[in-house]
């Protein structure tokens, strides 16, 4: 019996979830306890990797069509800018609010097959050796129960399959409360930078919107009630923190809330697994949430697709909790040292932190290590160590995305966007003879093979007869590309050996070995 896959939750990570497994086959349902998508702009950052993720998904560059990229980062103490962190288009945000992305998404999904049941709610769940059980509860009232494969919670950091599963959610809520703000606003603050003021008095985050409005986030006095917050508070607290000046008016929003930072202690537990805020949550700092649950649906929706069509084995999704809970865990970390430095207060903390802004501006360290990271670009997943790197390719890390002219479509592209996201991909590198390689590898129906010439920028395909710009100074070597766009091996095709030994690792049917292994 083809069981579908359950999944809990139709904000952002439910709906690429989803859209993702019917993408690659699978079968799903698609559930979320709300009657109507929650037209709060919560979540506004989207980062350069999410964007690529939401073009696989079929977006076709709706995001940046909607979203409102941002120019920089202007960091002030004391109403004094001390650093301007300035973004390349390749590392640039969006402001993109979350209904926004959700209107993306589930327009993916229609197009993918799918839809969401709303008014549908899960009250109940048991696992067996094979499928999980689940008790639903369906808008008209009903109740009932029924079969699937599997059960991906995306519900969010008060996650009822966390709950039901008896999983942990570890860490603390910071003592602050924090007030939000989607306002009009008079002034001298460019509507296409983030402006983050920091003072004694607390911190404050102003930020355009694509609606021409501003968000406001800003600290709280302990003393403020979620009752008592209105426009005419959080105006004041602007006058205190901000650099003078700014009328707030016509507000569309406003809300106060705690901040915390908990992830769950453990991402999987038999037939059950977590993905985004139902997995982790953190501080705003940074605009890694959304962007973090997305990474959480790609990882997992390639290697669950394997595992459900029976092309891997099940300790793959073993990989998925592995690296998306140490990525979790690595966001938190970052997010809580982020929110930490916004609230100091102490003189030479000030000052220390001032001066780290200005050197980090000035040098270009942010715009080297810092933006790309935030971009997501710098992901590694260090559980990946399967050779070493490889003419610019690192087992573990993103592809890289300068340019290629791809054959295959005729057109100069990045390369990362050129490679197969439904597969795995053999990229052989400055080979001339390409025969010996492809033989090897032809019993594995399921790899795109590919040739680059890393000389001319060049991608083919074997037997296209693409020829090699000159004849390159290193050794011809092969990278094994997963469907996420992440390097699993690295090798010289001399020895492909560690090639073909993932390749048993994952897929299945296991590959023959190759008389040279012998």
């Known amino acids: 019996m083809n069981r579908p896959v359950l999944v809990v939750g139709a904000g952002p990570v439910g709906l690429a979830t989803a859209t993702e497994l019917l993408r690659r086959g699978v079968p799903v349902r698609l559930i979320d306890k709300a009657d109507q998508p929650s037209p709060l702009t919560k979540a506004l950052g989207v980062w350069p990797r999410t964007v690529e993720i939401l073009d696989r998904l079929g977006a076709d560059g709706a995001a940046g069509r909607r979203g409102l990229r941002v120019r920089s980062f202007r960091y002030y103490s004391s109403a004094r800018q001390v650093a301007r962190i300035r973004f390349p288009d390749r590392t640039a945000p969006l402001i993109l609010p979350q209904p926004e992305v959700e209107d993306i998404l589930a327009d993916c999904l229609t197009r993918a097959g799918g839809a969401v049941e709303r008014g549908t709610e899960l009250l109940d769940l048991v696992q067996h050796d094979d499928h999980v059980t689940v008790r639903l509860r369906e808008s008209r009232g009903g109740e009932q129960v029924e079969e699937f494969s599997r059960v991906v919670g995306c519900d969010g950091a008060s996650s009822t399959v966390r709950s039901l599963a008896g999983i942990g959610f570890e860490g603390a809520t910071y003592p602050h409360t924090f007030v939000v703000a989607d306002t009009r606003l008079d002034g001298p603050l460019t509507h296409d930078d983030n402006h983050y003021f920091c003072s004694p008095r607390g911190v404050l985050v102003i930020a355009g919107l694509p609606t021409g409005q501003f968000r406001v986030f800003t600290s709280a006095p302990p003393e403020l009630t979620r009752a008592g917050t209105d426009l005419d508070v959080v105006q004041r607290l602007v006058d205190e923190r901000g650099p003078g000046g700014l009328r707030l008016h016509d507000a569309s929003w406003i ?56 092309r891997a084995r099940e300790d793959l999704l073993h990989s998925y909790a592995e690296e998306r809970g140490q990525a979790a865990k690595d966001v938190v970390r970052q997010a809580h040292a982020q929110t930490k430095a916004w609230m100091l207060t102490k003189p030479h903390q000030v000052a220390l932190r001032d001066l780290a802004l200005r050197v980090a501006s000035a040098t270009r360290v942010a715009h080297l290590s810092y933006v790309p990271t935030l971009a997501g670009l710098r992901a590694r997943y260090f559980s990946i160590h399967s050779g070493q790197e490889r003419g610019g390719f690192t087992p573990g890390a993103l ?120």
């Open 399 to 518: 592809v890289g995305d300068h340019l290629v002219w791809d054959v295959r479509t005729s057109r100069r592209t990045p390369l990362r966007a050129a490679l197969s996201d439904l597969r795995h991909t053999l990229l052989l590198c400055d080979v001339t003879d390409h025969s010996s390689v492809v033989e090897q590898f032809e019993a594995d129906t399921g790899l795109d093979v590919r040739v680059l010439d890393t000389a001319a920028g060049s991608l083919g395909l074997p037997g296209a007869g693409l020829p090699l710009h000159r004849r390159p100074k290193g050794s011809p070597f092969a990278v094994l590309v997963r469907p996420d766009q992440h390097v699993a091996v690295c090798a010289p095709v001399t020895d492909l050996g560690p090639v073909r030994a993932e390749l048993r690792r994952v897929l299945r049917p296991v590959l023959p070995t190759h008389p040279a292994e012998r």
């Open 255 to 310: 809300s106060a809330f705690n901040v915390h930072a908990r992830h769950a202690d453990r991402p999987m537990v038999g037939r059950v697994l977590l993905a985004g805020d139902a997995a982790h949550i953190h501080s705003p700092a940074g605009g890694q949430g959304l962007n973090t649950g997305v990474y959480d649906a790609y990882n997992l929706a390639w290697k669950l697709a394997l595992v459900e069509q029976g």
